[in-house]
């Protein structure tokens, strides 16, 4: 599948985090793609939001630990790998065992593991358009209709 968004607002882009959170499952991996400050943070929000049990206020990027976890309704692991070097260094801090704990997993700067990315992903490529954001949801495992 693949489905292509406009958002005009950064709370239409928490809102489209939160249509994405209902429809997600145990060991779901959301890979997101995009520059600084485009929206990858504020779409993990809502998609913290809809899991449940937890305040999306207290979600903020782990710049420098690579990794937040969140006990809500399903586990949430919020990974940021802006400053990863690549799939080395995260194979070998163990992170990948995150990925089949039976939680949702939320990755911003996910290129810098592509080549381990696993196939059953839903990638998310957002782009600024104006002041608006184009939001590409695409997997090649899930269907997912919104
Ligand atoms: N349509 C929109 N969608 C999302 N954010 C928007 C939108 N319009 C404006 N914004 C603003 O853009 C900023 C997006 O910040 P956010 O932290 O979500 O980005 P990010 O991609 O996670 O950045 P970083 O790479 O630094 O982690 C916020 O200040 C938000 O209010
Ligand atoms: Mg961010």
Same mark, same amino acid.
């Given at each position: 599948m693949k489905i292509e +968004?406009?958002?005009n607002s950064a709370q239409e882009t928490f809102d489209l985090g =939160?249509?994405?959170g209902k429809r997600v499952h145990s060991n779901s991996l959301i890979a997101l793609h995009g520059?600084? =400050?485009v929206g990858k943070t504020t779409l993990i929000k809502g998609v913290a939001h809809a899991i449940g049990g937890i305040n999306p206020d207290e979600i903020n990027s782990p710049t420098f630990t690579f990794l937040n976890i969140y006990d809500g309704l399903k586990? +949430?692991?919020?990974f940021d790998?802006?400053?990863m070097k690549g799939a080395d260094q995260f194979l070998q801090m163990g992170f990948d065992e995150y990925f089949d704990a039976g939680g949702i997993s939320c990755l911003e700067w996910a290129e810098r593991i592509q080549a381990i990315l696993p196939q059953r992903r839903i990638d998310i490529f957002l782009e600024h358009h104006g002041q608006s954001r184009k939001i590409i949801i695409e997997s090649e495992h899930e269907e997912i209709s919104f």
């Amino acid at each position: 599948m693949k489905i292509e +968004f406009i958002t005009n607002s950064a709370q239409e882009t928490f809102d489209l985090g =939160a249509s994405l959170g209902k429809r997600v499952h145990s060991n779901s991996l959301i890979a997101l793609h995009g520059e600084l =400050a485009v929206g990858k943070t504020t779409l993990i929000k809502g998609v913290a939001h809809a899991i449940g049990g937890i305040n999306p206020d207290e979600i903020n990027s782990p710049t420098f630990t690579f990794l937040n976890i969140y006990d809500g309704l399903k586990s +949430f692991y919020h990974f940021d790998l802006y400053r990863m070097k690549g799939a080395d260094q995260f194979l070998q801090m163990g992170f990948d065992e995150y990925f089949d704990a039976g939680g949702i997993s939320c990755l911003e700067w996910a290129e810098r593991i592509q080549a381990i990315l696993p196939q059953r992903r839903i990638d998310i490529f957002l782009e600024h358009h104006g002041q608006s954001r184009k939001i590409i949801i695409e997997s090649e495992h899930e269907e997912i209709s919104f």
